[in-house]
């Protein structure tokens, strides 16, 4: 297995990028129609950070100018084809390049995990968005079932090509941990949900709900859905 470090930058906006032919197919797919419901009814300036090949492009009105950021060239390639621009780097290297208070829809389906400084992402983020523009994420849940499993039963935090436990991220989250990240750098929260559930067994139906009494139901969902504005 192979990683690439793109941009060991001072802003932490750099992130960890697999290189291996199964992880860059896996991220080139990626449709993420689970995120549509999270887009905001409105906007006419998309902004998406990490757009790989620009599938998520067929999801937003067909009238918006949509622009997009991607790391990997040969993925942002692709994406030229279906957005109306597109800058190869990482944000922390192309941000410059993005007008500010202009973009009132900015995506960024699982990016923060991989940098170093979200915390900074986000506040740079708000500079390029309009006073009521919508940021929609999707982020990792570190409380996921077969993580926990993992953790508590296999006593082990071994890293994999991909899920929560990706080699390539950085952060880790939980629900808690989105509200205050976004909070304490001046989003509010429009809504926020789990997304891509566990699949249950009929047979294990009553064993998971035990385990769910004891942990909680955020556990069932792999990754959470935010959709949230400047306060």
């Known amino acids: ?23 860059q197919q896996l991220y080139s797919n990626s449709k993420r129609p ?9 906007y006419t300036n998309v902004l998406e950070i990490g757009c790989n090949t620009g599938n998520f492009r067929q999801y937003a009105s067909e009238s918006c100018e949509y622009w997009g950021v991607e790391p990997y060239d040969k993925a942002a390639k692709i994406a030229k084809t279906k957005l109306n621009k597109v800058l190869v780097g990482l944000y922390s290297e192309v941000e410059g ?34 006073k009521n523009g919508s940021l929609v994420l999707s ?29 390539t991220h950085l952060r880790f989250f939980t ?9 304490e750098n001046g989003f509010k929260i429009e809504e926020i949900r789990g997304i891509n559930p566990k699949e249950i067994k009929k047979r294990n139906f009553i064993r998971h709900q035990f385990i769910k009494f004891i942990f909680g139901d955020d556990i069932d969902f792999l990754q959470f859905g935010v959709r949230a504005k400047i306060k």
């Not at 297995?1 to 992880?23: A, E, L, P, R, T």
């Not at 973009?103 to 740079?124: C, K, R, T, Y």
């Not at 849940?141 to 436990?165: A, F, I, M, Q, S």
Request: proline residues 4%; aromatic residues 10%.
């Open 97 to 130: 390049q993005l007008p500010d208070n202009n973009f009132d829809l900015i995506i960024a389906n699982d990016v923060i995990e991989h940098m170093e400084a979200p915390w900074g992402f986000l506040q740079s983020i708000k500079n390029k968005m309009t």
């Open 34 to 42: 689970e995120m549509v419901s999270f887009l905001p009814s409105e």
């Open 1 to 23: 297995m192979g990683v690439k470090i793109h941009g060991s930058d001072k802003k932490g906006f750099g992130y960890i990028q697999m290189i291996n032919d199964q992880s």
């Open 175 to 183: 629900e808690k941990s989105v509200l205050r990240l976004l909070d």
């Open 139 to 167: 982020i990792p849940n570190v409380r996921y079932y077969e993580n926990l499993k993992k953790l508590l039963v296999g006593k082990d935090w071994k890293y994999e090509d991909c899920g929560v436990l990706d080699v």
